[in-house]
């Protein structure tokens, strides 16, 4: 992968505004990409007033990351097997005993523990870097997540009056963190990046990440009883199937 072949952030910006207005509101893939259209606009908001020590490099980091996302999208449509991170939440996004946070942790995990760090070792090979110098910045985007993460809890968990300790969701949600998800995504990078010399140890690891990610969005997406579900709120900024 190179720049070359990628979206701008612009283009992914676009493709995730077509998305948000053709898919139902109540789909899976639709509560993820209203999540991710938010955050990838917040970055390139940010790519020019001085946020990020080297604007170019996380531009180009962004688009590569998105394009990851958005190919998975066109293969799930064109009724190829997307990866494997990304297979529970296509198989599952109609399914009405998931509740919305949950299509949009489930999404944020395979979308950061496994595409990016392969978004970022593209990156230091498209720009010829080494990831120590994409380090800086790629933690100052963890705090625009976080900002993102907790907006997109407050408006698609009920309140915490309504849930009982025992609930099942609370449960769910409870064993996911943003925060722990990009550490992950961080220490794969370096262990990729020290088996680029073995290609078929590099490509075992792949292999195995994107296998271990989806095991844990299945989980993620374990349907919950109806009790949960007649509680649940509308997703924010929905708007009907085009």
Known sequence: MTISDSLTV????????????????TDGVAVFNRMYLTVTELVRDRLTDGYFEDP????????????????AVDAAAAGTR??????????????????????????????IEHDLPLAVLD??????????GLAADYRRINDLLAQVEDEVRDSLLPGPDELPPADALLHVIG????????????????????????PFAYAAVSTALDG???????????????????????????????
């Open 56 to 71: 170019a490099a996380m531009a180009a980091l962004d688009a590569l990351f998105a394009g990851r996302y958005l190919r």
């Open 82 to 111: 997307p990866p494997a991170c990304w297979r529970p939440l296509f198989e599952l996004c109609g399914h009405p005993g998931i509740h919305p946070l949950q299509f949009a942790l489930a999404g944020m995990n395979a979308h």
């Open 10 to 25: 612009d283009q992914a910006v676009d493709r995730m505004r077509a998305l948000r207005d053709l898919l139902p509101a």
């Open 175 to 198: 064993v996911w963190s943003i925060d722990r998800a990009r550490e992950a995504a961080w220490a794969s990078v370096l262990a990729l990046w020290e088996l680029r010399p073995v």
């Open 212 to 242: 271990s990610v989806g095991m844990v969005c299945r989980a993620l997406l374990t349907p919950l009883d109806g009790r949960t579900q007649a509680r649940r709120p509308p997703a924010p900024g929905s708007r009907p199937a085009g």
């Open 123 to 132: 990156t230091c090979r498209a720009l010829g870097r080494r990831p120590a």
